[in-house]
């Protein structure tokens, strides 16, 4: 049900309601208008060779390791899993290489004119953010559109807002919008009950107010982009009738704190050339991430509404990953789901502490968890299962290299293993490998780890032109990201270890607005006590010589965390540290 609030000087547009009906995950679904749209043969081609290389250099290392381990004709159980442990755990890991590796030979394409123009309706889902900023940002968008090109736009703040005394803010920041510009398309609506989340606060609109409109744009609360990319964004739907979704490569604002300044100059430098990679393989089955992204609104309604699944939350109920899944459902349908890396005038912010970020991050791997349910749903396109396979390895990749260092850990060369007195005949026996053969492995690996950063600060440079002044303040920032970055690594591990396992527990999270403050170090120590526990525990173990001692930046790191989490939630001094080439926000 829907409470919708009309307040004064609002022209109520006429409401047609449009189906949107629940699809089908037993049988694949066709949708009679969708004209039926293929990447090119190109596409295809480098998609092969993008999946398929990593697949060959990590079979190629499992060969090797096998080989290090059979050198005595014998391979133990263990011996065998970790060596198919490694080769998992770097598939994804390569993979990412040749993305960023293909990221550096996008271009941008030519822009053509549409003959007509579209009415795009600009959607922003509110779940008791604040009410002044957030809405002004996207009156901002707004007006920065209005009058200007061939396509109409109007803004729809779409309140889920639960506490009385915010929903009224949001009321009021409307009110004072309204006094203000007179001549903007704003319309408000709260809905009584927040059914179904974001997705469902979505759906609402478009079965109730979709049919009015071509295209909506999908905001975050915390999004902001450029009427550039906007009018980019819209021209191209235009022009491809075939195109359902297009999804743009949003960057992270600068903010204040360490943390965000890390956030947003790896997603600047090192995330633009992964996603125009990413852009390059997908073609015309790319994939939806939830925001900043322009949708084709009967295409949405007649292919993407979400059942819920069998069983209790989490793995059951409300899918709260939706946006993945809906890319998925687009496309099986035959419509065309693309990322535009040209639409570049396109943000998002981050939480400002360590524990923000991980607590959104528990919801989120709630969510992809849920996808390991739906990769045999009949007539999804084989990307875009590999999509849903890719959102639930972002978390449990992080199972796979937890298992990795335990097993490399306690078995590794100079642990008590080792002793012929002493061994455990069902750990692994390692070979004495020639010091060029660790060396050579050392490099492979580092720059396996390395190569999509080294390849995204190419591509960086080129694009920015850098000037000799600004050399020193560039590999400053690089170094202190790449430094806190790796210290940062075992806590993030050991947390979405903790998310999967709750999940898997039955554990529910629910839906979480967003964490803000910047708690006390008594509260981060509470907070980040699994892993410094586990730190403590690894540094005695390291003492007393019971795991190898290649583990002691790990547990070092760990033990730290409390100091690490209070040390990037400080504001960063320094305004060129951090700050991408060029980046003025």
Known sequence: MTAAFRLPLVKVEPSHPLAMPDQSFQAPFTDPAAPGVRSTQTVRALRLVVLTLPLCVTLALGRVGFGWFTVDGHLAATEAALVAVTVFAFYWVVLSVTSAALGLF????????????????????MYGEPAAPTIDRAVTLLASLTGKGRHRFSLHVLSDTRDPLAAEAERAAIRAVRLAQPGLALHYRRRSTNTDYKSGNIRDWVTTRGQNHEAMLILDADSVMGATSVQLMADRMALEPGLGLIQTVPRVLGGHTLWQRMQSFASEVYGTNLGRGFAIWTGAEGNFLGHNALVRTRAFAACAGLPHLPGRAPRGGVILSHDFVEAALIRR??????????ASESYEDTPETLPGYLRRDRRWCQGNMQHLRLLAVPGLHIVSRFHLLQGAMAYLASVWWLALLILWALSGPGSGAYD???????????????????AALGVTVGLMLLGPKLLGISAHLRDRRLHLR????????????????????????????????????GFDGGWMPHLAGRPGFGTLLRFHLTETALGAVLLGLCAVGRVDLWLLPVAASLFLTSFLSWLVQRDVRPHWLLRPIGDHN
């Open 106 to 125: 996008w271009r941008l394409r030519p822009q053509v004119q549409p003959l007509h123009g579209l009415s795009v309706a600009i959607l922003l889902p």
């Open 420 to 438: 012929p007195f002493l061994a455990n005949p069902l750990m692994p026996v390692w070979p004495e490998l020639p010091l060029v053969s660790q």
């Open 333 to 342: 349908a035959g419509w065309g789901v693309r990322m535009l890396p040209e």
């Open 470 to 505: 600004q050399m020193p303040g560039f590999v400053a920032s690089v170094l202190v990201e790449v430094a806190l970055s790796v210290l940062l690594a075992p806590a993030l591990m050991v947390h979405q270890v903790r998310s999967v396992l709750r999940t898997l527990a």
